[in-house]
């Protein structure tokens, strides 16, 4: 890794370190609540649960920025590489998950994967490539296209940038950051055509679909339902994509090797 990627990363881990301090002597309850407070838990462990049921025993996934991992719980599939450059995320994650079985715990950085070429049948990440600059979102993507195997499924989620979002922040007097350096942290709020542009460097064949979630899940605006209802909710209107991009908070790209979906 070049010198200005080491200087990036080095701000980014101690600003994560820092987040991660919530979790501290937590247990897994006390985490859960931590986590409710940013994401629609229901929603997003049955994307994990699904996403994880796709692959058999045998193979290998890596979640990227895994934080707490709190949607791996009750998941079966994949044998899974948890990775997180901040420490205080790795201890969190092995609290939530120290019933299950078959994962490995690494402290690493996104930039410069410690996995053999070929190695991965999976990548999954939730919200956290959003915040790479870009020459740390340039390194990894050339990582994920050496750790791929041939055949391969990548699941993404960054932060959606809404139009109900925008008009939100606007009556506010707010600014609506879609990309750049806000503070100490950099936000990268791609649509699906962006998406699509920056994972063909991957050099891959590949395909694209996308979806929407965490649709009615929204902390800025002080919205943060955790029923269990919200999933079958979420799941009627996503029926219906071209509406959900106007409000979702999430988008979901899946990046998959052409002859994945026959498996």
Not at 168 to 190: A, D, E, M, P, Q
Request: net charge positive; proline share 3%; aromatic share 14%.
């Amino acid at each position: 890794m070049s010198v200005d990627i080491l200087k990036e990363q080095t701000e980014e881990r101690e600003l994560r370190e820092e987040c991660a301090k919530q979790y501290r002597y937590g247990d897994s309850k006390k985490i859960l609540k931590a986590v409710s407070a940013y994401h629609c838990i229901p929603v997003m462990s049955r994307k994990a649960r699904e996403y994880r049921a796709r692959f058999n025993a045998s193979e290998w996934m890596l979640d990227i920025g895994c934080g707490t991992g709190y949607y791996w719980r009750d998941t079966r599939g994949a044998k899974l590489i948890l990775m997180d450059f901040a420490f205080g995320n790795l201890m969190a994650a092995k609290t939530m998950l120290k019933e299950e079985c078959g994962i490995i715990f690494v402290q690493a950085d996104a930039a410069n994967l410690p996995l053999k070429s070929d190695s991965l049948s999976g990548i999954w990440s939730v919200q956290v490539t959003q915040h790479f600059p870009d020459s740390v979102m340039h390194s990894f993507l050339e990582e994920s296209g050496r750790v791929l195997k041939e055949r391969f499924l990548l699941e993404i989620y960054n932060l959606n940038p809404a139009i109900l979002l925008k008009v939100f922040y606007k009556l506010l007097g707010k600014k609506f950051h879609i990309k750049g350096k806000s503070g100490k942290t950099v936000f990268n709020r791609l649509n699906a055509q962006e998406l699509v542009v920056l994972w063909r460097s991957i050099k891959r064949e590949v395909k694209f679909s996308f979806g929407y979630s965490e649709l009615f899940f929204h902390p800025d605006m002080y919205i943060k339902p955790q029923a269990r209802a919200i999933e079958f909710i979420e799941n009627f209107f996503n029926k219906a994509p071209w509406l959900s991009r106007f409000f979702s908070r999430q988008i979901q790209i899946k990046i998959s090797s052409g002859d994945f979906y026959t498996r």
